[in-house]
């Protein structure tokens, strides 16, 4: 049964996440016939965490409107707005009308925010596409209000993937996987899944705190950069890497080994830029002050055995992760040596967390 509905508004957060493994290349948009669902796929199978506090707040009101032909929709950035970010919001609505036919029945005025500041270099496309959806999806249960709590969640991070890649992994907590891989049960390349093992417990409340190297405007689009993965030289390779990388991670994170946890994750880490350096064009997102971070996180690692490590984005900014039983030497560590490589000193402390609310 449906129901109808004329007006209303719902609230969702979700927050940003950051991948362990990798996501870098989507497969050829192939199928012609079938162009819409053969869209943002993988490459490779990635894996992240959740982030706790680095989060989008998204109001969704909609209305009832009489032209049905359209999407219509009014955006709001922290109360302000904002004509900028309007066509990514059409391009992702006119990707999800398919699946999503009653759209062109609402008005809709989207208001959003960000706990992090803007332009700080911290992707808002995972949140704030996972926002976005989620408010999707509870328009959707509220016209189909026999929906499963499964199906809600599963088709949010489908939607969300159809806005940004990454953003399927933002649905969920703490540890999510996109992308088949035979050893992780579940797993698909169409939207994110929590990992379905148990994890050990040297990896909860994991710690991520994020050094804000440059909040400048990239020189390269994440979008562009995966494109780049077509006709790289070594993508095939990279992409076995990937679903190798995901086996390993899988066990260490069902037995909480954390030496091997940091080889695998530094070692994506750098391969990440290593394939934005090798690409043509090429490029690099890493700055000076990136380096510098990194060289004296392992130079503390090596005199104090502290078992802690970088990871980076597809920017210059670091992300510190480490377990929180040696937070409070590693925060030390942080404001004695790392700070001063930092954009105005700024960086932002948070940690793995259980998804949207
Ligand atoms: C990731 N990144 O796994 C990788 C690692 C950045 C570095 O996914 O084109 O914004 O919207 O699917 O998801 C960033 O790319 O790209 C990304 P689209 P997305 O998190």
Redesign the pocket.
Known sequence: STVTIDNGSFQWSAPS???L????G?RENTNSSNAISSE?IPANP?V?FTLNHCKTITKLAFAKKQDQSSFSFDLLFEGQPKEEFKPKIQKFLERIAVYCPYLKEYHFTIATENTFPHSSGI?S??SG?AALAMNIMSLEKALYPEMTEDFFYQKASFLA?L?????C?SVKGSVVVWGNNTSINGSSDLFGVEFPNTIHANFKNYQDTILLVDKGEKVVS??V??NLMHNHPFAEQRFEQAHQNLSKLKKVLENGDLQQFIQIVESEALT?HAMMMTSLPYFILMKPNTLEIINKIWKFRNETQTPVCFT???GANVHVLYPENVSETVLQFIQAELVGYCQNGNYICDQIGEGAI
């Open positions: 996440n950051i991948a493994v990798k996501y870098w989507k943002q990635s992240s992707a496309s995972a596409m993937r806005g940004s890649g990454s953003a992994r994440s979008t950069g995966h990440l980076l984005d597809a």
